[in-house]
């Protein structure tokens, strides 16, 4: 089938058909094939894409920065600290100063609000580079690292445990939904997410043959999981207050030996990343010294395991990112 995603933006999961996302993962693909066989692809050569972080991040930025310039084109990190947005100048005004000096623009940063009401403004493609709500263009790498490892995604049992109702948990959720595999988050109550995403996810999922299952149980979370997928407790922009609260909440949902074991014996390991699986960043060493946990949502065991696929997850933000940008700006 024809697609033509030209002049989209790329804000949420939830925007985007089951067809448009295999269209931008097969694109991926292509990319990714280049890439390794050192084909030079400078498709978008003249072109030139702003990227505004209002968080940290280190996959996201790069990936962006080293697409862009796979492909040819100019590419302006601006940091928390280093534009007007915000502070002197509003959205609407940001976004159509940015509009006419780029052909796209990227943004991480708090309300998913912000980032549609920049597209809405920009008359270019904005890019959701993560949010408090959602985070789609890690779905991209998540969904191609399953198929790349199972060679399919129809039918696959994923299973997120932890923070459920945060970016990670509410995109993976829309992303399986999506794409046919069965979603169940493993959780404590209160970190399930929101009841009106998970209506909608139903929905979605009822159309693609596939399930959205909610669990506090453990056994039955991970029982027959092909993947066993977990993200940070404490999310950018939560307090530091939080984290107490948060470890006695998640730890029993650690995903550890035992969590793989109750899983299919071909499982796999999944993360985001950033991970805290050991004590060697200043964060971990802190929550070390505060709480007396070294560990926290992964154990260095599983992390370090043959079925942690995390790294090649990392790259593979890299190859749809680049999918992303050349689909909405060719
Ligand atoms: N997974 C992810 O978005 O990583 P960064 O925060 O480093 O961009
Ligand atoms: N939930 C995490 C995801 C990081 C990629 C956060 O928002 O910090």
Excluded at 10 to 24: G, H, M, Q, T
């Amino acid at each position: 089938m024809g697609m033509n995603l030209r002049g989209r933006s790329y804000l949420k999961l939830l925007d985007y058909s089951p067809a448009e996302i295999r269209y931008l993962l097969d694109m991926a693909k292509q990319f990714k094939a280049l890439k390794r066989a050192g084909v030079p692809h400078r498709y978008l050569e003249g072109k030139n894409i702003v990227l505004l972080f209002e968080k940290t991040s280190t996959r996201t930025r790069c990936s962006f920065e080293v697409a862009g310039r796979d492909l040819g084109m100019g590419v302006t990190y601006l940091d928390p600290g280093s534009s007007q947005m915000g502070k002197k100048e509003s959205i609407p005004d940001t976004a159509r100063v940015l509009g006419r000096l780029y052909d796209g623009i990227e943004y991480r940063g708090f309300s998913q609000q912000l980032v549609e009401e920049l597209a809405a403004y920009a008359g270019v493609p904005v890019w959701n580079g993560l949010t408090d709500e959602f985070h789609p263009t890690q779905m991209l790498a998540d969904l191609l690292t399953i198929e790349e490892k199972f060679g399919h995604l129809k039918g696959i049992n994923f299973t997120y445990m932890g923070d459920a109702r945060n970016n990670m948990g509410n995109s993976l959720m829309v992303a399986c939904a999506k794409m046919g595999l069965n979603f169940t988050a493993c959780a404590p109550k209160e970190l399930f997410p929101a009841e009106e995403l998970v209506a909608k996810a139903r929905a979605i999922a009822a159309e693609n043959g596939c399930t959205v299952t909610l669990t506090e149980d453990v056994d039955e979370g991970c029982r027959d999981a092909d993947v066993l997928y977990t993200d940070i407790w404490v999310s950018m922009g939560e307090p530091d207050e939080v984290w107490e609260k948060r470890i006695s909440l998640l730890k029993p949902y650690q995903v550890n030996a035992a969590a793989m074991a109750k899983a299919r014996p071909t499982a796999i390991f999944m993360h985001c990343l950033p991970s805290f699986h050991d004590t060697r960043t200043t964060i971990g060493a802190d929550i070390a010294r505060r709480f007396g946990i070294e560990e926290m949502e992964v154990t260095d065991e599983v992390f370090e395991s043959k079925q942690s696929v995390v790294f090649d997850e990392a790259e593979n933000r890299m190859h749809t990112i680049k999918a992303v940008i050349y689909a909405t700006l060719c």
